[in-house]
């Protein structure tokens, strides 16, 4: 049977869901069958979902009420929760966990954090030291060095690597913040109105750690510590395109969506380690700026294909992978079947996109060849949802 859980808005962020919810079809079916079965653990806005690598434990990010929360999975559809809600930042909107099961990192839109936890051998969320996280707080929000010279976000050259002197992440638990350099990231305003938006996150190969901030234009690479994350350094995208979401590519590059100037930015990684930016690919030639604004980013499982949506026009963009994985090219664009496509994933050669404001789900069909969208094959009725994951 294919089974997905669905994570969704609740009534604080102006939605219907209840909680997590379980989409699934009928037994021996195929997924044109798709329903919802309704809400499997009543929880607030449970906007985002991962899953741990080798336990039954699902990880939800709770837009609304600013927290991270495990649940461990019992009998064949049900959640339970696995310990109590984690505090983080505001709007934290992605979770995404490490391949071994170790951490977790959690990114808030509302306020910039970028939050890690550690997980215990069970799955659950490891507490931050509250020792560390007040320590953490006076040095972000006290009063700046004043003989430190602001180092804003955009004082790099388009598309190249800024180094940084160890800063710590903002908000992140465990962390001892250094005596300076803390201003290099702060998320309240340097650089005039801009405001830091983290958005996701991408647990890398050499264990390293990338996020996307889309309000200061940058990505940002981690080192991990036994203490939480190290800033390593940063690749300045231009001013306004707005980094959202990533995928890591097969080849090893890593490919990134901004939500405001509707582009797929491909970095790569030299032998020093440092990620730059290598190529840069319009969504789609008609995608309008201003009103297309892309949400997610998912590539087909050889890889040879990336899709994006455009909220605003409720499409699909299809982008072929040419060459080693360094460059793309647009190949089709085709009708979403619903209403602001926040999320969508590529399963079993076909698409399921979420419809945050109609209420509604539609499962696409994808030409093998050509990697772009057929057709709208079935649609079904869900309250406000936001993210797709499969049952394991």
Not at 17 to 29: C, K, P, V, Y
Not at 303 to 322: E, W
Request: glycine share 12%; charged share 20%.
């Amino acid at each position: 049977m294919t089974r997905f859980w669905l994570g969704g808005y609740g009534a604080a962020m102006d939605g219907s869901a209840d909680g997590i919810g379980l989409l699934a079809g009928d037994e021996g079916r195929e997924a044109s069958t798709l329903a919802y079965r309704g809400a499997v653990v009543e929880t607030p806005s449970p906007s985002w979902l991962a899953q741990h690598p080798s336990l039954d434990v699902v990880y939800a990010a709770l837009e609304g009420d600013s927290a991270v929360q495990a649940f461990s999975r019992s009998g064949e559809s049900a959640l339970t929760p696995l310990g109590p809600p984690a505090a983080v930042g505001q709007y934290v909107c992605h979770v995404a966990v490490a391949p071994n099961g170790s951490a977790l990192i959690a990114s808030c839109y509302g306020d910039g954090r970028v939050v890690r936890f550690d997980l215990d051998a069970e799955g659950r969320i490891v507490p931050a030291k509250p020792d560390a996280a007040a320590a953490l707080r006076a040095a972000l929000f006290g009063e700046p060095d004043p003989e430190m010279p602001a180092d804003t976000p955009d004082g790099g050259r388009f598309g190249q690597s800024r180094p940084t002197s160890g800063v710590s992440a903002p908000g992140v638990t465990g962390v001892t913040p250094p005596g300076d350099g803390i201003a290099a990231i702060d998320p309240y305003g340097v650089g005039g109105d801009r405001v830091s938006h983290a958005h996701a996150a991408v647990f890398l190969p050499d264990g390293r750690v990338a996020t996307t901030d889309l309000g200061f234009d940058l990505v940002r690479f981690w080192r991990q510590s036994g203490s939480g994350l190290v800033l390593d350094h940063e690749v300045v995208l231009p001013l306004g395109t707005g980094p959202r979401h990533m995928v890591l590519h097969p080849s090893g590059h890593l490919h990134v969506v901004t939500e405001y100037s509707c582009e797929v930015f491909t970095l790569a990684r030299a032998a020093d380690g440092t990620w730059s930016v290598v190529s840069v690919t319009l969504t789609s030639p008609i995608a309008e700026v201003g009103r297309d604004f892309p949400a997610e980013l998912a590539r087909s499982r050889d890889g040879h294909f990336l899709y994006t949506a455009l909220r605003g026009s409720n499409t699909i963009a299809a982008l072929r992978v040419r060459g080693g994985g360094e460059a793309l090219e647009s190949v089709a664009l085709a009708d979403s079947g619903v209403d602001w496509p926040r999320h969508h994933l590529v399963h079993e050669g076909k698409m399921l996109v979420a419809g945050q404001r109609s209420d509604t789900i539609a499962l696409l069909d994808l030409d093998e060849r050509t990697g772009a969208p057929l057709g709208i094959r079935h649609e079904a009725q869900v309250p406000t949802p936001t993210h797709f994951l499969p049952v394991r």
